[in-house]
C-alpha cells in the first residue's frame, strides 16, 4: 500500500545550479512510496506531488549563506522530474530555512533515500529521566556535569552529561515541516506498562527494542529503533495537535543508552546527520567542546545496531501483530 509524507524541498538542481547569491525558499512537498518500501527512488513509480520522479541523486550537496551571514553546507538527494525541475532535500538531518546559494556539488550516479535519513533526534521538555540515585528527574532540570543512569546488557551505570542543547519550535515552523512535529508513545503503550507516562520525541528519536524477535532478526536482543517506526503499535502516533514543542539534546563521552519515563532510549548520537540538524550556534559550542567532530575521520559507534528502515519496519511489524513488548525485561527505573 502507498505510503505519503511530506518533505522539506528547496528548488534547484545542483548539477545546473542557478546563480551565486540565489535566493532559496523552503517549500513543502509530497513523496509517494508507491510499493511501500521504505526507499524513495526515481523511475521506481514513487512519486512527487503526484507525479513521478524521474531521476533521483544521492550525496548531492548544497552550501548556502544564512541570515546571521555564517555558511552551511547541507548533503542531500536531488529529485529530477519529467518536465525538467528538481528539488533538492536534506539526508543528513538538516532542517531547511530560507538561505543565499553559495555552491553546490552533484553526484552522477543515481539511488534512492530511506525515509529514515530524514529528521531530527531529541527529547523533549517534562520528559523524567532516571537520574544516578535511580530516582526520576526532569530532563528540564538538568544541567552540564548531572550524572543519570545508563544501562548495558542489563547493567546499569552512572553516566556524566557532557553537553545539553535545547530549541523551541512554535506552531507556524511546525506547519511549515511537519516533520518536526514529536512522536508521542503514550503511557504502557510498549508493554510491560513502559512508559510510566507519555513519552514524547523527535520522529527520529530512536528507542530501544529488546526481544526475541530482535535476537532472531538480527542476532541481537537490543537495536534502536526510530520512534516515528512504532507508529503502527496502539498508543504511539505522530502528535500534530502541539501548538510548540521544545526538544533537548542530550550529550556523554560515548552514545548512551539512557532512562526516560522507564523507557531505554538513546542519547545524542554525534554521527553526521545529527550534527547538521543542529543550529549553527548549537553546532560550534559543541565543537568547542569536542573538537574531533570536526574531522572527517571521526567514525562515532553507535550504543546497539541500527537497523535499515525496511528492517525496522518488519520488526515493528512483527511486534504489532503478535503483541510482543517492545522491550521485554527492561529495568524500567
Not at 533538492?88 to 529514515?116: C, E, H, K, N, Y
Not at 550534527?275 to 553546532?283: D, G, K, P, S, W
Request: charged share 20%.
Amino acid at each position: 500500500m502507498p505510503t505519503s509524507f511530506n518533505e522539506q524541498v528547496w528548488t534547484l538542481d545542483p548539477y545546473a545550479p542557478p546563480p551565486e547569491g540565489t535566493v532559496l525558499t523552503v517549500s513543502l512537498v509530497t513523496l509517494t512510496d508507491e510499493n511501500d518500501d521504505d526507499e524513495i527512488l526515481g523511475s521506481s513509480g514513487d512519486e512527487l506531488n503526484g507525479e513521478p520522479i524521474s531521476n533521483s541523486f544521492p550525496g548531492d550537496t548544497v552550501t548556502v549563506r544564512l541570515a546571521d551571514g555564517s555558511e552551511q553546507t547541507i548533503t542531500g538527494i536531488t529529485f529530477g522530474m519529467a518536465d525538467g525541475t528538481a528539488y533538492f532535500t536534506p539526508t543528513d538531518g538538516s532542517i531547511l530555512t530560507d538561505a543565499t546559494l553559495v555552491s553546490t556539488t552533484f553526484v552522477l550516479g543515481q539511488g534512492g533515500v530511506s525515509r529514515d535519513d530524514l529528521g531530527p533526534v531529541c527529547f523533549t521538555l517534562g520528559t523524567q529521566m532516571t537520574g544516578a540515585d535511580g530516582s526520576a528527574v526532569l530532563i528540564d532540570d538538568l544541567k552540564v556535569g548531572d550524572q543519570v543512569m545508563t544501562t548495558t546488557n542489563g547493567y546499569e551505570t552512572v553516566k556524566t552529561i557532557r553537553w545539553i542543547a535545547r530549541r523551541t519550535i512554535d506552531r507556524d515552523e511546525l506547519k511549515s515541516n511537519h516533520k518536526l512535529f514529536p512522536v508521542r508513545i503514550t503511557a504502557g503503550a510498549l508493554g510491560e506498562g513502559l512508559p510510566h507516562r507519555d513519552l514524547v520525541v523527535s520522529r527520529q528519536h530512536r528507542m530501544l527494542v529488546r526481544s526475541k524477535v530482535a535476537q532472531r532478526m538480527f542476532g541481537q536482543d537490543e537495536v534502536l529503533i526510530s520512534a516515528v517506526r512504532l507508529c503502527p503499535l496502539p498508543g504511539v502516533y505522530i502528535d500534530d495537535a502541539v501548538e510548540s514543542v521544545t526538544y533537548v539534546h542530550l550529550l556523554f563521552d560515548d552514545h548512551e543508552i539512557l532512562i526516560a519515563e522507564g523507557c531505554a532510549t538513546e542519547s545524542l548520537f554525534t554521527g553526521p546527520a545529527a550534527l547538521h540538524a543542529l543550529e549553527f550556534e548549537a553546532r560550534q559550542e559543541l565543537f568547542s567542546i569536542f573538537p574531533e567532530l570536526k574531522s572527517r575521520v571521526h567514525a562515532p559507534q553507535p550504543a546497539r545496531i541500527i537497523p535499515k528502515g525496511a528492517r525496522q519496519k518488519q520488526l515493528i511489524n512483527r511486534h504489532a501483530m503478535n503483541d510482543i513488548p517492545i522491550q521485554a525485561g527492561q529495568p524500567a527505573a
